[in-house]
């Protein structure tokens, strides 16, 4: 990190996707978590990034719990002020002091405002968020104060011009670098001076498998690099990022994802045409820009949104090259609850003021709940 001492390694692990105990559920299967974290340290891992929210409030807690037979100097802990919770400017010390205390930590290293967008900038500024944060880091209790970002290029020029920021947290990944904005995005934090800190660089998994065609393109220009490992190289290639964070589910993943940056390599521009051929392909197949971050779980109806939109995302991507796509879509999307479904949308709309791809979450339920009706017409 420029102008300081930080040594952040450029891989972060992201806290919000350990492996689950019960599958479906948010709970965290604790001791595979632990030794994922203990395989990511010994590997040179030494950014930790949880928030209030992650993993139905779990996260934060396991976390301080799995860290405490590490020295705290030893690694960097971020974790992000719970914006759309606060009610009162009271809420921010609250939250800050329970966070410190879920976390059992005296100190942040880094500390973000979760999920800024125009809404949330209002808020900052009437509840004297920025200006609390200072007074913590002047107590020692953050090093650095930054922010997460869901909003226009607009936004985000507005946020970093307000106040001193250190850093910042943007969603980028060779999808959304002209799909939603993160180009701009990215060059506004550089012209700003702010390091960044990229989220979803596999888009919650999606390109860690982008359909039969632009695999191949990728696997006949590299056939031992995994699919992922493009798109972890392509965020880490970008000279003004701090970190990488990957919110890494399995073993193999980690240690995928530990192989790809040690000895760290860019992309070459060779390397960039075969990547932007797989995409060219790609982006014909994919409908849905879902990253699977479960922020609109709390439908009143309890439609498993993040599931109906992959199973229909990977039903896409793949339709020309299974046998039978159609079957397998259907016999997957049966053994979502019937009551989860997507014809049981209301189209309350509560869904798409969370979805932070802007997704118009009931117009695509409807499509797929048509889509559906159909095929099981004709079974
Ligand atoms: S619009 Fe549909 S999916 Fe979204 S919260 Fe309402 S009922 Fe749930
Ligand atoms: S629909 Fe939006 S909020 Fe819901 S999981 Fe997908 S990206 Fe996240």
Redesign the pocket.
């Known amino acids: 990190m420029k102008g300081t001492e930080e040594m952040v390694s450029l891989l972060g692990l992201g806290c919000m996707r350990f492996p689950h105990e019960t599958p479906g559920s948010d709970d965290i299967d604790v001791e595979k978590a632990e030794k994922m974290i203990d395989y990511a340290i010994k590997h040179g891992v030494n950014y930790f990034d949880t928030a209030y929210p992650y993993h139905g409030h779990q996260s934060e807690p396991f976390l301080g719990q799995a860290m405490k037979k590490y020295p705290r100097e030893s690694f960097y802990l971020a974790s992000k002020l719970p914006m759309w919770y606060l009610k009162k400017e009271a809420d921010v010390a609250r939250y800050f002091e329970e966070q410190l205390e879920r976390c059992q930590v005296e100190y942040f290293d880094f500390y973000l405002c979760h999920a800024m967008n125009e809404e949330r900038f209002q808020m900052l500024q009437e509840y004297h968020i920025f200006e609390k944060l200072a007074e913590y880091k002047k107590q020692g209790k953050i090093r650095h104060i930054g922010f997460s970002f869901h909003d226009s290029p607009e936004v985000l020029e507005k946020i970093c011009s307000a106040y001193p920021w250190e850093f910042a947290q943007i969603q980028l990944n060779y999808v959304d670098w002209d799909f939603q904005d993160a180009k701009a995005q990215y060059e506004i934090l550089e012209r700003h001076g702010l390091p960044a800190i990229i989220m979803e660089p596999v888009r919650?998994g999606a390109l860690a498998d982008l359909g039969e065609g632009p695999n191949q393109v990728l696997k006949r220009a590299d056939q031992k690099a995994s699919i992922a490992s493009w798109a972890i190289r392509y965020a880490a290639s970008l000279p003004n990022v701090l970190t990488v964070l990957s919110g890494m589910s399995t073993d193999e993943q980690l240690a995928d994802n530990i192989q790809t940056m040690t000895d760290f390599q860019p992309l070459s521009a060779d390397e960039r045409e075969v990547l932007e051929n797989a995409l060219e392909i790609y982006r014909r197949n994919v409908l849905?820009?879902?990253?699977?971050?479960?922020?609109?779980?709390d439908c009143p109806v309890g439609i498993d949104?993040?599931s109906i939109?992959r199973l229909y995302n990977h039903f896409s991507m793949n339709r020309h090259t299974l046998n039978k796509p159609e079957n397998e879509f259907l016999a997957d999307y049966q053994k979502i609850e019937e009551s989860c479904r997507a014809d049981q949308c209301i189209g309350c709309q509560n869904?798409v003021s969370?979805?932070?791809?802007s997704?118009q979450?009931p117009e695509e339920l409807a499509k797929i709940a048509a889509f559906v009706s159909g095929l099981e017409k004709n079974e």
């Open positions: 919650g849905i820009p879902c990253t699977g971050c479960r922020y609109c779980i949104i993040p939109f869904c969370h979805c932070p791809q997704i979450v």
